[in-house]
């Protein structure tokens, strides 16, 4: 059926000399569409699901006025932030201040390119996946450092100085763990990396093919350094002093108002999904169903299921824990996790080349 | 006309002229940004190209690590843009000759190669060494060259690298006397008894017997 539509559209701008052109640009742009329109959905519902999720822990109601159940809520919001005055302060740079958001929403959606939800689902099938995932997420603190300078004030500057110094500590501790996990993959392509999983050489394979076998457990120092970094990367509670709610108020996006500072808002939540379905196909099998008799379910459900509780894990953990001090978090990224992942790099580096080696 | 000669055109276009505007930005985070800009341009050609690797690691690096750090630096700086633009046509000429002589050097280097023969093809199947044909990666064949022939290099880059950062976290591992830090690990460890005694009480204290000379006292004066 998508040959059909594909040829189908071929032929419908075929005919002079941009035939070349259009139609595969437009089909392309179809191809994001399809990706893009329910991950925006999923990351308004992700505000709504986070605020009554966050109710049923304290146990009080979340919003439940708009729509049944509060199903509206997210809708409501938009209008109300739509509807908002946007407000330039005089002395702000003009064109990066507006450029700031943009910049930070962006790589966060950008990145879905190489994300597989299937076996051959993937608006791209790159062979270098993860490698275009850390490049393209590595361009997110740009929008953080020129909304923080372009606002022209100091709140919003040391905010921007803090928050971009977060993101790129946190960086180097995932990127070590993504090269442990592309050390064991032995390729960076995502679809490998997930198909690589369903082995379980381990236990003489016994575990074969069911959750045991995925990477969570061989390298579970690494998917907890990982999880640990995602959330601190995504300023996230309870490393969410980027805000600074105590000594700077509100950090980068301090003089935005209305869809600039709402788009902050949505680039953390889009990158709070790219960062558990990351988790989800790197340490917890991707699509693949945990028992092997589960076979029947669709991989895109499994992944979404997997990643849906990664997300909720985000969610829980801002409900839990106390929030950290800035020196207690930059600490525990340069002086812990990046130990902790060099060393594990050279355990997992000699474990490969020993007898035990579970990963052929 | 197809996708990748409208895209060139693009890249190559978006390239220029944010490169001329890197030199002719009069705000000098403006002309970083520019420079950024120019690197993603040209990450887009190296995609073009089939270099996928390496405009990878363009944005990765360049754009991702390097900029950011420059970024950082300029926007500190306090430059006054009158005092940089002082004396300009006056070495101008001076400027313009030695702008003359690198591009003809760079015009004798390059055109030496410059539409002599087919532009260059990358293959799309090779035949590796069994005589069997392959789909060619051309991250794999860098890959490949990068750990046989160019180990040592490669290594040693990967080496100084690393010790530049253990460097960078070990230089903030001094301890000064007179701080007054507080070690994180030893607040996590610290336990409600160090912090908070609890005596233990009767929970009813019996009456204290009345002292007969306080009574005294009190008394007294009615008497």
Known sequence: MIDAFYNGGLHLFSGGWWTGVTWPVVWNLIKIVVVLLPLMGAVAYLTLWERKLLGFMQVRHGPNRTGPWGLLQPIADAVKLLTKEIIRPTAASKGLFFLGP???????????????????MALANVNAGLLLVMAITSIEVYGVIIAGWASNSKYAFLGALRASAQMVSYEIAMGFCFLVVLMVSGSMNMTDIVMGQSKGVAFGGVFAETFVAWNWLPLLPIFVVYLISGVAETNRHPFDVVEGEAEI??????????????????AEYASMWLVSILAVIMFLGGWLPPFAFLDFIPG???????TFVVVSMFIWI????????????????WKIFIPVTLVWLIVVGIWMHSPWNIWH | MD????????????????AFRVITARNPVHAVLFLMLTFSQAAGVWLLL????????LVLVY???????????????DIHIDSLRQGFWRHLPLALGIGGLISLEMAMVLFGGFRTGDAPVVPETVANAAGQVVQYSNTKALGTLLYTHYLYPIEIAAVLLLIAMVTAIALTLRERKDSKKIDPSMQVRVRASDRLELIKLAPTQAPQPVEPEAEATTEEPKK
Do not use: N
């Open chain 1, 102 to 120: 943009l910049m930070a929403i962006m790589p966060a959606l950008a990145a879905w390119v190489v994300i597989p939800f299937g076996p051959d």
């Open chain 1, 249 to 266: 108020v509100a950090g980068h996006m301090v003089e935005y108002s209305g869809m600039g500072f709402a788009t902050f808002f949505l």
């Open chain 1, 300 to 306: 895109w459900i499994w992944l979404g299921i997997k």
């Open chain 1, 318 to 333: 801002r409900a839990t824990f106390p929030r950290f001090r800035y020196d207690q978090i930059m600490r525990l990224g």
């Open chain 2, 3 to 18: 996708v990748k000669t409208g895209f060139f055109y693009m890249f190559a276009l978006v390239m220029l002229f944010s």
């Open chain 2, 50 to 57: 089939k270099a996928e690797f390496l405009a990878i690691a």
């Open chain 2, 63 to 77: 754009l991702g690590a390097v900029m950011v750090l420059f970024l950082f630096v300029v926007m500190m700086l």
